[in-house]
């Protein structure tokens, strides 16, 4: 089992930052990444980042994703926030083989 500290959701404005971070109580990770599901929709990808530092965004000119392999925390930036943004961000991580979740966090865009 696996688990995490989350941080950083949140009310922001149209057109602001957020940053999310997330820790995961075990090493051996393979890589880490946040899922969004918005109200009434499927989880969908945003972000990932393995070990070696290859990065898979959805949307890179606004996401930009980091993981610190040596403290077992990734942290997420979102720029320019949309009202589409909104929805519950789900961070994860691939553990020898296994997926693990945590809880969630809400991120809420609007004015």
């Not at 965004?57 to 996401?63: A, E, G, Q």
Request: hydrophobic share 35%; net charge positive; with cysteine.
């Amino acid at each position: 089992q696996v688990q995490f500290e989350e941080s950083g959701g949140g009310l922001v404005r149209p057109g602001e930052f957020l940053v999310l971070s997330c820790r995961a109580d075990r090493s051996e990770i393979t890589n880490m990444g946040w899922y969004r599901q918005a109200p009434g929709k499927q989880r969908e990808l945003v972000a990932r980042v393995n070990a070696a530092g290859y990065r898979n965004t959805v949307d890179p000119l606004r996401t930009h994703i980091s993981l610190d392999t040596a403290k077992n925390m990734a942290f997420l930036r979102l720029d320019s926030l949309k009202p589409s943004d909104t929805g519950v961000y789900f961070c994860y991580a691939e553990v020898l083989g296994k997926t693990y979740w945590g809880r969630g966090i809400q991120v809420t865009v609007s004015s």
